[in-house]
C-alpha cells in the first residue's frame, strides 16, 4: 500500500513539475519519473566517472553508447574517464559482472538523474546499468544540435523477470548479423530472454556434433555453426539477454525425420518439409535409442547456451503415427498407459530426467504441463489466458505469448491492452427482474475448425451488458454498442485479436459479420434463451442444459460458474511474457517491418506498471520511438519497406510513381490475425514455395499516417461543430483522393492492383460525403445509412490478402450518427 501511495504522490509531482518541461517519450516507460523545467547541457565532451568492482563490462557498454550517441545525432563524442568531483556523467554499481545464468539472481533495477550539474546513473547489478543506458539515450533522442538531457529523477525496475522474444529461424532462416541487429533492439526495448526457435518441421538449424546428418541433410545448408552459436550467445549476454534454445520434441519432428528416420513412429519415407501447418511425424517413444539421441542433444545444447532454462516445445502433437504404430501400442499395455497424452508425459518425464542430468530446467509450450512433472518446470502459454489461469493454479510457473504474436499483424493497442494477468472472471450480478437473451453463433473459417459459441445480452437500454463464451475459453464481458430486438453490435479482445460483432436478428436466428481484427467473416446463430426474466429462466435452467448438452459441444451454460480468480500467491507464479515472431511469411527481407516497432509496445507491458494504459499516449512515445531505435539500433523498418517498394517498382522507378504508391498505401493494411495463412492454405500452396514479394508484404502491420489520421477523427467527432480539425481530415481526404490519377500510370503496369485502387476510390468519396454530412448533422437518414452499411459490406473483403483500412474511419462517421 506505502508502495502505491508513493507511486500517486511521484505522479502528481510529476504532473505539477510538467506543467512547463516537454513531454518525454520513453519506451517501455519507467516506474517512476519526475521532470522538472530546465536542461543539463551535457554536451560533447562525456567525463565519465566510474564506481564499481569491475568495471571492464561499464566501459565496453559505454563504447557502444557513445556510438549509439554519435548515429543518434550526428555529433562526435568524447569520451574520459575522470575522478567523481569532475564527471559531467556519475556511473555507479555495486555488482558486477555479465547476466546470470539463473533468473533468481537478476536484478535491473535503476535510478537516473540528471541535474543542472550532472548525469548520475547507479544501480545494484551492472544489469540494472545497462538498462539505465537505453533510458538515457532515449533521453538524448536525435537531438542535432549540442545534446541536452532534461532535468529528470527516475526511478525504475522491470514488472516481470521474464520478458521474451521468440525468433522461428527453421521456418525462413536469418542471418548471425540480422540477428544480432534484433538482438540489439530487444535490449533497446529491455527484453531480457532471446527465445530462439532452432528446429521444426522445414529445418535443423545448428551443428551437432552427435548426430551430423540432422545440419548436413535437414538443413539445406542454412545452419548456425557452433562457433555461430557461440557468438550470437556472447553478443545477447553482453547486452543483459540471455539466449534460450528451444529443440521441438516429440513433434514439429519432420527435420529428425529426414535425418534419422529411425527414431521415428512410422516408417516413412521422409523428405525436406516446405509445407506450413500441423504434420504429423512424432519421435517414437517406446524406442530407448530416441532418449539416447535426446540426452546427447541437450549436452550438446548445454554446451552452448549456458541458461538454467531448455524448451523442449512439446505442442502439436498429433497422435496418429502414435496410434498405428503396434510396437508403441504394446508398449503402453505394457506400461499402464492408457492415451497419447499420457505417453506424452511419459516421454516429457523421461526428458525433464534428462535436463536435470545436465543441470537444466524444462519450459515447453501449453501441452507439457503434468502432475507428474516437478513445479519447477516453467509452462509457456500459447492458448491464452486460460492456459496461463490453468497452469499456475495447478502451482507451475508460467508465462504467457497469446496476444503477443508478432509475426500475426495486429495493432499495437491491442498488445498493450493484453496483459500476462489473466482478466479477472466475470461476475454477472443478475436481479430476477433482469431480461436476458443468448444466441448461439458459429463461424466458419478457410482454415481449421469453425470458432463457435454463446453470447448473452442481460438486462435492456443503456444498462445492458454483453458476454461471451467461445467455446473452451473462459467468459469474456464485450464493450456494447448498440442492441435491440433488430442487431446488435459489441467488441471484445480475444486470441484472434480484436473482434466486433455485427449481428442482426431474424425470427430467433442471426447473421451477420465477426470482424477478426479487420478482416470479416460471416457469422450464423441461433436464440437458446428468449430474453425472459432470469426469474423465468432458473426455473428452466435444467432443462435447457439438458438441450444445450445435447445441441453442442459448448460446456456451460451462459449463466454457468466461470473459473475462480487466482490468488495473489498464484500471480507470483506468472514470471511475464514473450513475444514471438513465427516466420511463415516473414523472411530476410521482412523481419524488421514485421517485429519493429510494435515490439517495443510489448516490451513496455512486461516491463511498465500495469496501470500504464492510455492508448493515445503510447502511440505518441511509439512514434518517437520508431524514428529513435532506426538510428540508435540501426533497425531496418522504413529501410526494408523502401527495399520493397523498389522490388515491387523496379530500379528505374521514379520518384513520383514511389510517391504516388507510398500514398495509396496509406489507406491499405495486411489482413490481420491468421488471414492471410488461410488465404494461403486456399489459393496458394500454403507452404515456402509461396512467394513474399507482393504488395501486402511490402505494406506496414499498422500505418502511422492513417493511425493519426483517425485519432483526430475521434477527437473531431466529440464535437463537430466547435472542433476545426473538420478541415484537416478533408484536406488530407482529398489528398487521397487526387493521388488516384497519379497513380493510374501505375495501374497499367500492375493491373492487379487495379481492384484495389478502385475500391479505395470510392471508399475515400464515399467518406468525405459522409464527414461532410456529419459536419452539419448528427442525424443521418435510414436510407443513406443503409446505402453506406451496403458499401461497407462491399469493401471490407480482403483483395490479395489486403484490406482497405479506410473503411474503419468511414464506420466510425457512421456510427457517430444518432
Not at 541487429?181 to 532452432?198: E, G, P, S, T, V
Not at 466547435?722 to 497499367?748: C, I, P, Y
Request: charge should be neutral; charged fraction near 20%; aromatic fraction near 8%.
Amino acid at each position: 500500500m506505502i508502495r502505491y501511495l508513493l507511486l500517486l504522490i511521484s505522479m502528481i509531482f510529476s504532473v505539477c513539475a510538467n506543467a512547463q518541461a516537454e513531454p518525454l517519450s520513453l519506451m517501455p516507460w519507467p516506474q517512476l519519473v519526475v521532470q522538472q523545467q530546465g536542461q543539463l547541457m551535457l554536451g560533447n565532451i562525456w567525463r565519465v566517472a566510474i564506481d564499481a568492482p569491475e568495471q571492464g563490462e561499464i566501459k565496453t557498454a559505454l563504447k557502444r553508447v557513445i556510438a549509439r550517441v554519435q548515429q543518434q545525432t550526428g555529433q562526435k563524442i568524447t569520451l574520459k574517464l575522470v575522478a567523481e568531483k569532475k564527471a559531467n556523467f556519475i556511473i555507479t554499481s555495486k555488482n558486477s559482472g555479465l547476466i546470470s545464468n539463473y533468473i533468481k539472481d537478476w536484478d535491473e533495477s535503476y535510478q537516473l538523474n540528471s541535474s543542472a550539474q550532472a548525469v548520475t546513473l547507479s544501480a545494484n547489478h551492472s544489469l540494472g546499468i545497462l538498462r539505465g543506458l537505453e533510458t538515457l539515450l532515449q533521453l538524448i533522442g536525435n537531438q542535432q544540435q549540442n545534446i541536452q538531457l532534461p532535468l529528470v529523477s527516475i526511478k525504475d525496475h522491470p514488472r516481470f523477470k521474464w520478458r521474451g522474444l521468440l525468433l522461428d529461424t527453421s521456418r525462413h532462416f536469418f542471418s548471425v548479423n540480422t540477428i544480432k541487429r534484433q538482438i540489439d533492439a530487444m535490449a533497446a526495448a529491455k527484453y531480457n530472454i532471446f527465445h530462439w526457435h532452432l528446429t521444426d518441421d522445414q529445418g535443423w538449424r545448428f551443428e551437432s556434433k552427435k548426430y551430423p546428418k540432422l545440419h548436413k541433410l535437414a538443413s539445406d545448408g542454412d545452419f548456425y555453426t557452433r562457433a555461430q552459436i557461440r557468438e550470437v550467445v556472447r553478443y545477447a549476454r553482453a547486452r543483459g539477454i540471455q539466449v534460450l534454445p528451444e529443440i521441438d520434441v516429440p513433434g514439429h519432428a519432420s527435420a529428425i525425420a529426414v535425418a534419422y528416420p529411425e527414431l521415428m513412429s512410422a516408417p516413412g519415407p521422409y523428405a525436406m518439409e516446405y509445407r506450413w501447418g500441423v504434420l504429423k511425424p512424432l519421435l517414437n517413444p517406446a524406442n530407448e535409442k530416441v532418449y539416447e539421441f535426446v540426452d546427447a542433444l541437450v549436452a550438446e545444447v548445454a554446451e552452448l547456451f549456458p541458461f538454467e532454462y531448455l524448451h523442449i516445445g512439446g505442442d502439436e502433437v498429433d497422435p496418429e503415427h502414435w496410434n498405428a504404430n503396434m510396437q508403441i501400442q504394446s508398449f503402453m499395455q505394457e506400461q499402464g498407459i492408457k492415451d497419447a497424452r499420457a505417453l506424452q508425459a511419459y516421454f516429457n518425464q523421461r526428458v525433464q530426467k534428462i535436463l536435470q542430468l545436465h543441470q537444466r530446467k524444462m519450459i515447453g509450450w501449453d501441452e507439457i504441463q503434468h502432475k507428474n512433472l516437478p513445479n519447477d518446470i516453467v509452462i509457456h502459454s500459447w492458448r491464452g489466458p486460460d492456459g496461463v489461469s490453468d497452469a499456475v493454479s495447478h502451482g507451475f510457473q508460467a508465462i504467457l505469448s497469446t496476444g503477443y504474436y508478432l509475426d500475426q499483424p495486429q495493432y499495437a493497442s491491442y498488445h498493450y491492452r493484453n496483459d500476462p494477468i489473466p482478466p479477472k472472471p466475470v461476475a454477472i450480478a443478475l436481479a430476477p427482474q433482469d431480461a436476458l437473451a443468448s444466441w448461439r453463433f458459429e463461424m466458419p473459417r478457410k482454415r481449421g475448425k469453425p470458432v463457435t459459441g454463446i453470447f448473452s445480452v442481460i438486462g435492456k437500454g443503456d444498462a445492458a451488458r454483453v458476454v461471451v463464451d467461445f467455446t473452451g475459453k473462459s467468459r469474456r464481458e464485450a464493450k456494447l454498442q448498440s442492441y435491440d430486438n433488430k442487431s446488435a453490435r459489441f467488441s471484445l479482445d480475444t486470441w484472434m485479436g480484436p473482434v466486433a460483432f455485427n449481428v442482426q436478428f431474424v425470427a430467433q436466428k442471426l447473421q451477420g459479420i465477426m470482424l477478426v481484427g479487420n478482416a470479416p467473416y460471416a457469422i450464423s446463430g441461433e436464440q437458446i434463451v428468449d430474453n425472459v426474466s432470469l426469474q423465468s429462466e432458473r426455473k428452466n435452467a435444467q432443462k435447457i442444459k439438458q438441450k444445450e448438452k445435447n445441441k453442442s459441444a459448448q460446456k456451460e451454460l451462459p449463466i454457468s460458474e466461470q473459473v475462480a480468480h487466482l490468488s495473489a500467491q498464484q500471480e507470483q507464479l506468472i514470471l511475464g511474457g514473450e513475444a514471438a515472431l513465427w516466420a511463415e511469411i516473414v523472411d530476410e527481407h521482412s523481419i524488421d517491418l514485421r517485429l519493429w516497432p510494435r515490439a517495443f509496445v510489448v516490451g513496455e507491458r512486461l516491463w511498465s506498471a500495469q496501470s500504464l494504459q492510455d492508448e493515445s499516449r503510447m502511440y505518441y512515445r511509439l512514434n518517437f520511438v520508431a524514428q529513435w531505435a532506426e538510428k540508435s539500433v540501426a533497425l531496418q523498418h522504413k529501410l526494408q519497406q523502401q527495399m520493397a517498394l523498389k522490388r515491387l517498382l523496379g530500379e528505374q522507378a521514379g520518384a513520383t510513381e514511389i510517391q504516388a504508391l507510398e500514398t495509396f498505401m496509406q489507406l491499405l493494411e495486411p489482413a490481420h490475425y491468421y488471414h492471410r495463412h488461410h488465404e494461403k492454405s486456399v489459393y496458394e500452396s500454403y507452404s515456402k514455395a509461396d512467394p513474399l514479394n507482393r504488395l501486402v508484404d511490402a505494406l506496414p502491420v499498422e500505418n502511422e499516417g492513417l493511425q493519426q489520421f483517425n485519432q483526430r477523427l475521434e477527437q473531431w467527432l466529440i464535437n463537430p461543430a466547435a472542433n476545426a480539425q473538420g478541415d484537416e481530415l478533408k484536406t488530407q481526404l482529398l489528398v487521397w483522393a487526387e493521388n488516384r490519377r497519379v497513380l493510374e500510370s501505375l495501374l497499367v503496369k500492375h493491373p492487379q492492383w487495379r481492384s484495389l485502387a478502385d475500391n479505395a476510390d470510392r471508399l475515400v468519396t464515399a467518406t468525405i460525403l459522409l464527414l461532410d454530412k456529419r459536419a452539419h448533422s448528427s442525424k443521418l437518414p435510414d436510407d443513406e445509412r443503409e446505402k453506406i452499411e451496403n458499401l461497407l459490406h462491399q469493401l471490407r473483403q480482403m483483395d490479395q490478402e489486403i484490406i482497405i483500412a479506410l473503411i474503419g474511419s468511414l464506420e466510425k462517421i457512421l456510427y457517430s450518427f444518432t
